[in-house]
């Protein structure tokens, strides 16, 4: 069921920010934190705004709770759980993701 | 059953619903039992902002009235339902579907109607009134099928139909009877005046015209004859000659009326039966009937009180008024017509910048009695006050209408007016009331809004509110959450200084240091234009990459569909016909919609992210370098042709504005910064409009700043005279560094100066005078940002590892394939959300 893919190098990640890989066809938003060696993967979809833009939103924390901020409008959604801060019901698919070695990998 | 008495209220307008609204709040609404007959098809709405029908309110938008209402408080409503006929023996109303009502209370809130002149033709097709929504429906149906409209009346409702019928694309007339505008509010100076301005909006006046006929028109569906002889051929004649009270209802029941109409009503808003009420524009107070919305509210609150045994009197309303008129300011206050006994007239006239003033004084120079203001009402507010509370006038009062220079008497603060001062006169919220509410916990204009209702109305008393907030928030010793956001305890300039004194060059070390958390999209973006203020590197370096605004991080601006645009530097808006051709080769390479900007140069937009760094490269071998339309940095400088083409030019504008621009290009600021530079007083660059404005006189440059176009624009201040051009940088310099390092995050220079204690004054001081012993710092640091500037799209050009920032998918040479484009007019553009659908079936096919 669960099949890793191996998307890109970790050197291909961006420090802090995001980047977007393509994965089956699907859009994933890759976000990278060097200093806590973790990555986080959504969709790349932002559904407020109907355009493929959230691995360009800047990251960081809201009380605690990591987000990426999109591009766009602004809106925050929950590296973790995927869910929009401001817009009640809205949340955007998260994807299990890992670096093994020298590479970045997805489920999807 | 119902053993409550009942109370009838009859008419649902904006007296009536204020009326209801306010009893429900009271214990008075446990005592009776509430019914209310509407006429109209809806419940109330907000006439004063009708004409916003026109601009895209809905009816909706308009409504006064909560959803739920009547029922959430059990008042029984009859919508549609005209009360025609009121028992007094028996006491029962009867309406015109039959329903009959006991009252034992009943409130008149029946208003008014237009009235129409009894000119024969009167009643013709298209001829019709404003007043209520389905008025303005029949308005736009009339002309939508005809070219001219015709406004009967000049006062101020005729001027806002007029604005409405132009806003319909029609082509326009005022018909006035008297000899001038707005007779009632305005002297014949400022009448004058506004029919000039409104001349000039393309909307012709005629004025002394008494019209005798409407008849079948040659070329429209109507004409109009006046008494002198002329013709005026029209689609649609709206009459706005004023009101007449709704009476008929008093009238037929045999209460005391005014000789010309009105139901008259002692101080305590009953008839001449005691049970029977008269609110709102249908009353007839001291011989009076008020044709604005706020007496009639005092007149609602004053019934309340005293159906609840509370000693309360309606005494009079003030009449000032403060109003755009087809976006020219006007304002009348008190006594505008000078007719107190022994009144002392102070008055400024300038043509050229279309304003008049005048101020109607005490004989012995103490207390403003009145004044009138056009062209400019900046300062209704403050005399307003002066006005109501008697308070005293400065010794030379005349300096309240002069243009501001640095020692005229700033605006009236806050804490100058007494606590019984009226903010709002809408809701009558005083001074003390919006003390109260702070005390109490608001420290926001909407929490205020929402706890008192000031500034929800009219809306012309929303910036005094403010300042007495802010006054109070301060007195109270309220330490105002300034904060930049959860991740520093600091205020941008705070930032600014650790970041300089300390000599911070990262995000990291200073939130290390001074913060705490990850940051956020507030902090990051504003430490990263303090940190590229300070110290001007590279921004897509990796320790300032992931700081950046979208805009900053991809060096272009985001579109809606997350293409990107791309805007060379024009400097000056001048451009050799090579750069011009190289424009447009690189646009249609790329397919690139192109557009010529706001600010004298070339977006072309629509490009991917990957398609950013080839598009650049070949700009950038044209010539080009980037613009800066993504960072909150020097823009452009507007520039008009100046001395070298135009026949009245005193200087090279061009050429200064050139020098300008490459100066300042790529200067980092709390906001972003656009100049202008004119060669004559002309104005062509509209330089008056900008952060900094230059305009060429015979004795040198005239430096203006602080100005601002946009959301809330605001005419530069004249800051220095007859400059040569060294001096005129060097205060350029100065006054940037300073701006620099002590605006607010996204503070334009506007807002900065006008929140700077102190204000032009004490900029001058800063500046000029050197008062703070600065200048050698601001000089030298803007020289050092001058010095180390780089074309970013060079520098991220001549980087492999930067350039792989600008793929869309890591992984992928594939593009977006949301990003669809469709033809329009010879270009492309984003396809809508139904036009993709379409294409992308297309395509899978
Ligand atoms: C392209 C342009 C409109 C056009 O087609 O002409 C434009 C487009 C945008 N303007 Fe503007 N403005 C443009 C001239 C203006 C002007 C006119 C001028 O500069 O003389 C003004 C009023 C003057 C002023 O700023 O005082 C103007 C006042 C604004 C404002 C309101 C600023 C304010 O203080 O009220 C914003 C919003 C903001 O900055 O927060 C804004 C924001 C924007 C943004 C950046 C909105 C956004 O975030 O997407 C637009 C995207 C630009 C892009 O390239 O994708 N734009 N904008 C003009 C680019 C000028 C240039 O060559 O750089
Ligand atoms: C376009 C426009 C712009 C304006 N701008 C301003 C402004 O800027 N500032 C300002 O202060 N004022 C302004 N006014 C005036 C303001 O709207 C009035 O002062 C206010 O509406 C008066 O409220 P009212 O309740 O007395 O009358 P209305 O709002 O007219 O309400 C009376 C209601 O009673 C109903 N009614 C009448 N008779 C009966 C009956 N027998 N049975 C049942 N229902 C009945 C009517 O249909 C109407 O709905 C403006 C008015 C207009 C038309
Ligand atoms: S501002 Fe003066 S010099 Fe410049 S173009 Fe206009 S008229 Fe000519
Ligand atoms: S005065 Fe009208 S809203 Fe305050």
């Not at chain 1, 976000?31 to 691995?55: I, K, S, T, W």
Request: glycine content about 10%; overall charge negative.
């Amino acid at each position: 069921m669960t099949t890793w893919q191996t998307v890109c190098e970790v050197t291909d990640l961006q420090a802090d920010a995001g980047v977007c890989a393509l994965v089956d066809g699907v859009q994933v938003a890759i976000f990278y934190l060097p200093a806590e060696a973790a990555v986080f993967a959504l969709g790349n979809y932002d559904p407020l705004a109907d355009a493929n833009v959230l691995a360009r939103g800047i990251i960081g924390d809201i009380g605690g709770e990591l987000v990426v901020a999109s591009p766009l409008y602004k809106q925050h959604f929950s590296l973790s759980t995927g869910a929009c801060l401001e817009a009640d019901g809205v949340a955007v698919p998260v994807y299990p993701v890992r670096i093994a070695g020298a590479g970045v990998q997805v489920c999807v | 059953m119902n053993t409550k008495p009942t109370l009838v209220v009859i008419g649902n307008g904006m007296v009536g619903q204020h009326f209801l609204a306010n009893l429900v709040l009271s214990p008075m609404k446990d005592e009776y039992h509430i019914v209310t007959f509407c006429e109209e098809p809806r419940p109330a709405y907000d006439r004063v902002h009708l004409s916003e029908f026109f601009s895209g309110k809905t009816a909706e938008d308009l409504s006064l009235v909560e959803p739920g209402f009547f029922e959430q408080h059990g008042i029984t409503l009859h919508l549609g339902d005209k009360a025609v006929s009121i028992d007094r023996a028996s006491k029962t109303v009867m309406s015109a579907r039959g329903i009959e009502i006991a009252y034992d209370k009943l409130v008149l809130a029946t208003g008014s109607y237009p009235f129409v002149p009894p000119v024969p033709g009167h009643d013709r097709p298209q001829c019709l009134v404003y007043r209520t929504i389905e008025d303005l429906v029949a308005m736009q149906a009339a002309a939508q099928s005809g070219k001219v409209g015709v406004v009967v009346g000049g006062g101020l409702l005729g001027l806002e139909a007029a604005k409405a019928l132009t806003d319909l694309g029609l082509k326009t007339h005022v018909v006035e009877f008297a000899p001038r505008l707005m007779a009632v509010q305005l002297d014949e100076a400022g009448g004058a005046l506004l029919r000039r301005k409104i001349e000039d909006l393309g909307v012709t006046v005629h004025t002394n015209k008494n019209t005798s006929l409407i008849t079948d028109g040659e070329n429209c569906v109507n004409k109009m004859c006046f008494a002198d002889g002329t013709e005026l051929e029209t689609d649609l004649v709206l009459f706005s000659a004023g009101i007449r009270p709704r009476d008929e209802l008093a009238r037929l029941c045999g209460l005391d009326m005014g000789a010309r109409g009105g139901i008259s009503i002692n101080n305590q808003c009953q008839t001449s039966d005691a049970d029977i009420y008269a609110i709102g524009e249908c009353a007839l107070w001291n011989g009076m009937i008020y044709g604005l919305v706020a007496p009639g509210y005092a007149m609602a609150r004053t019934v309340i009180a005293h159906l609840a045994g509370k000693y309360a009197s309606f005494m009079g309303a003030d009449m000032s008024t403060k109003l755009k008129l087809m976006g020219v300011d006007v304002a009348s206050i008190g006594d505008a017509h000078a007719k107190s006994q022994g009144a002392l007239v102070y008055s400024y006239q300038n043509d050229d910048s279309g304003i008049y003033k005048r101020l109607v004084v005490s004989q012995d120079k103490q207390f403003l009695l009145g004044a009138v203001l056009v062209g400019d009402a900046s300062s209704y507010g403050t005399l307003l006050q002066y006005c109501l509370n008697g308070i005293e006038l400065p010794e030379n009062p005349e300096t309240l209408i002069l243009p501001a220079s640095a020692d005229a008497p700033v605006a009236l603060g806050a804490d100058a007016l007494p606590g019984s001062a009226q903010i709002c006169s809408c809701f009558d919220i005083s001074k003390e009331a919006i003390c109260q509410a702070v005390s109490a916990g608001c420290t926001t204009v909407d929490q205020l809004k929402a706890e008192t209702k000031a500034a929800t109305g009219c809306g012309g008393c929303a910036s005094l509110v403010k300042s007495v907030l802010n006054a109070e928030l301060t007195q109270q010793g309220y330490t105002v959450n300034t904060d930049l956001c959860e991740h520093f305890a600091y205020t941008r300039q705070d930032l600014f200084s650790l970041v300089k004194v300390g000599g911070i060059k990262t995000f990291a070390d200073l939130l290390a240091q001074h913060g705490k958390g990850k940051g956020c999209e507030i902090c990051k973006p504003a430490v990263a234009s303090i940190l590229a203020s300070c110290w001007n590197d590279y921004i897509l370096k990796p320790e300032h990459a992931h700081l950046q605004d979208t805009n900053d991080a991809f060096l272009a601006n985001i579109q809606k569909d997350g293409t990107y645009s791309v805007v060379p530097r024009v400097a000056g808006g001048e451009i050799t016909p090579d750069k011009l051709i190289a424009l447009g080769q690189v646009a249609k390479k790329y397919q690139l919609y192109t557009k010529i900007t706001g600010g004298q140069r070339v977006d072309l937009f629509g490009a991917r992210l990957e398609q950013l760094p080839p598009i650049w490269a070949e700009l950038i071998a044209a010539g080009f370098e980037t613009g800066h339309a993504y960072g909150k940095s020097l823009r452009t400088v507007k520039s008009c042709v100046g001395s070298v083409w135009c026949r009245y030019g005193v200087d090279d504008s061009a050429a200064l504005a050139i020098e300008l621009e490459n100066r300042y290009k790529g200067l980092r600021s709390p906001h972003k910064l656009k100049f202008g530079v004119s060669g004559c007083t002309r104005e062509c660059a509209e330089a008056q409009s900008k952060d900094i404005g230059v305009i060429a006189t015979e004795n040198g440059w005239n430096l203006y700043v602080c100005g601002n176009g946009g959301m809330r624009p605001r005419h530069a201040d004249l800051f220095a005279t007859a400059l040569d051009k060294a001096t005129l940088i060097q205060y350029i310099d100065r006054l940037l560094g300073f701006y620099v390092r002590t605006a607010d995050r996204l503070q334009r220079t506007s807002v900065w100066l006008e929140a700077l204690e102190g204000g032009l004054g004490y900029l001058k001081a800063v500046v000029i005078d050197d008062k703070l012993g600065i200048c050698g710092q601001l000089e030298e640091h803007i020289q050092q940002v001058v010095d180390s500037y780089q074309c970013e799209w060079q520098t991220t050009l001549q980087d492999e590892d930067k350039l792989k920032r600008f793929r869309h998918f890591v992984n992928s040479d594939r593009s977006d394939d949301n990003v669809v484009f469709v033809e329009e007019r010879g270009q492309l553009r984003p396809a809508d959300a139904n036009e993709r659908k379409h294409y992308q079936i297309v395509e899978t096919v």
